[in-house]
């Protein structure tokens, strides 16, 4: 196992380099300058020529990439360029309200869509199966901020159950979480659906039925438990695809997380903000895929024994 480990993290290095290179050049390249936004319009060249020598704005871009990056290794993000705070600063303060966003919102599409789609299994080809998946399909076909704007409009507005914006309390976190989490129920229900599907027809579910065990046992202590390993290689893409979602969700709820600082970030052309934001969640996706792999080769023998050898 230590040198299945060994490999997935070394691995995990070029991805990380290659993200954070795509990440700086995209930036570099889209345009702007950032320099405009520190000093005054009718500012004399020579000063802002200063100010762009000073940030390490006139460099080649290689440069500039290796200069960051030889930050990066030292556990310096850089400084964002309108306020002069330390970057890994702004991040420790904002990712708490992200992290909270993130957990609420997949344990809630998890233990919505998992029995979802054990419902549709369980009832193949009947009326139970075809609205649960089409409830899925549903889901799947929202888009997060439209979705989280009829949220704020039918919860807050309207019924004034909970609050429309900001983070704090339970409450505040309710309509962030469903509108980042529902559209993720629809695969997840459809992936379980199959498996459980498939493992239902195996020889020794059918031999513990034919051991006079009960359905509910059957199902839930063998078909169930088999049928979720496949489940776990969703949580690597179901992280990334909250990191993404996280960024617009924030910004719509008013949620100080890194998701809504990231945003601002790309509006006043903060390049090390962003920089340093994408670099750590690229870092956050990249280890939840090493967990799910690790879990998944504990959980399934057979990848084990591949796996080790």
Known sequence: MATYLIKR????IPVLLVTALLVFSALHLAGGDPVML???PTAPQEVR???RVKLGLDKPLPVQFVTYMSHVLRGDLG???????QVSDLIVEKLPVTVELGVASLSLAYLIAIPLGTVAALNRNSFLDWSSMMAALIGVSMAGFWLGLILIYAF???LRWFPPTGHGTIKHLVLPALALGLPRVGRIA???RSSLLEIIGQDYIRTARAKGLSERVVVFRHAL??????????????????VGGSVVIEHVFARQGIGDMMLRA?????????????????LAIILSNIIADVAYVIVDPRIRHAALD
């Open 9 to 12: 993290f070394l691995l995990a």
């Open 38 to 40: 520190l000093v005054h």
């Open 49 to 51: 020529e200063a100010v």
């Open 79 to 85: 400084r964002s360029i309108l306020n002069r705070q």
């Open 156 to 158: 807050a507005v309207h």
């Open 190 to 192: 459809r992936i379980t």
């Open 225 to 242: 438990r088999n049928a979720l390993i496949p489940i776990l290689s969703l949580l690597g893409l179901d992280l990334g695809y909250i």
């Open 266 to 282: 790309i509006y006043s052309r903060d390049f090390p903000v962003l920089q340093g934001s994408m670099f750590v969640l690229a």
